[in-house]
T-cell receptor, first 109, second 113 residues
Framework: DVKVTQSSRYLVKRTGEKVFLECVQDMDHENMFWYRQDPGLGLRLIYFSYDVKMKEKGDIPEGYSVSREKKERFSLILESASTNQTSMYLC????????FGPGTRLTVL | GDSVTQMEGPVTLSEEAFLTINCTYTATGYPSLFWYVQYPGEGLQLLLKATKADDKGSNKGFEATYRKETTSFHLEKGSVQVSDSAVYFCALISNTGGFKTIFGAGTRLFVKA
């Protein structure tokens, strides 16, 4: 009954490393989203995609990029990780409803 | 722009107590309103939703009524359980805002046995 999966639950990286966070959904949804969740700030939208190879900036895109080569997969990329990108990252997809992945807790040292 | 404001937590209650978590919003048009729950170590799950004024969403004993006159969507439960301990997020999707969902900051609930 898994609907949205994320490649890692926990990840530890060093400053300057390139980081890939993968998200896969099995519901044939066109819309996919990446959020980060920080205490006191709730969820903030980083990027979203409404079709293959289409992407739109959300509220806080700086320092991130995304890739949507296939409909079911939406990747978030940190080109050069920094300590202020330590956070919980949540992927979501939407069609007739909204579904969230379990989250990836990323720590950048 | 659109926004969602929730009461600050943490909220600490004893088992079987009555729960209210306040949520108010500002939005253009007629947004859809949602409550999500995040249990420890897990991602977000949709708890309930309401898509138009005066709708009442309900699930697992939780209820929330879409009040356009007060721009509110307060979450209530008559008798909380220890298993309800989680973080609760109020959110809206504006029908003029494309695909974006606006989330509140979240309210952490602790229920003591």
């Amino acid at each position: 009954d898994v609907k949205v999966t994320q490649s890692s639950r926990y990840l530890v990286k060093r400053t300057g490393e390139k980081v890939f966070l993968e998200c896969v959904q099995d519901m044939d949804h066109e819309n996919m989203f990446w959020y980060r969740q920080d205490p006191g700030l709730g969820l903030r939208l980083i990027y979203f995609s409404y079709d293959v190879k289409m992407k739109e900036k959300g509220d806080i895109p700086e320092g991130y990029s995304v890739s949507r080569e296939k409909k079911e997969r939406f990747s978030l990329i940190l080109e050069s990780a920094s300590t202020n990108q330590t956070s919980m990252y949540l992927c979501a997809s939407s069609g007739t409803g909204w579904f969230f992945g379990p989250g990836t807790r990323l720590t950048v040292l | 722009g659109d926004s969602v404001t929730q009461m600050e937590g943490p909220v600490t209650l004893s088992e079987e107590a009555f729960l209210t978590i306040n949520c108010t919003y500002t939005a253009t048009g007629y947004p859809s309103l949602f409550w999500y729950v995040q249990y420890p170590g897990e991602g977000l799950q949709l708890l309930l939703k309401a898509t138009k004024a005066d709708d009442k969403g309900s699930n697992k004993g939780f209820e929330a009524t879409y009040r356009k006159e007060t721009t509110s969507f307060h979450l209530e439960k008559g008798s909380v359980q220890v298993s309800d301990s989680a973080v609760y997020f109020c959110a809206l999707i504006s029908n003029t805002g494309g695909f974006k969902t606006i989330f509140g900051a979240g309210t952490r609930l602790f229920v003591k046995a």
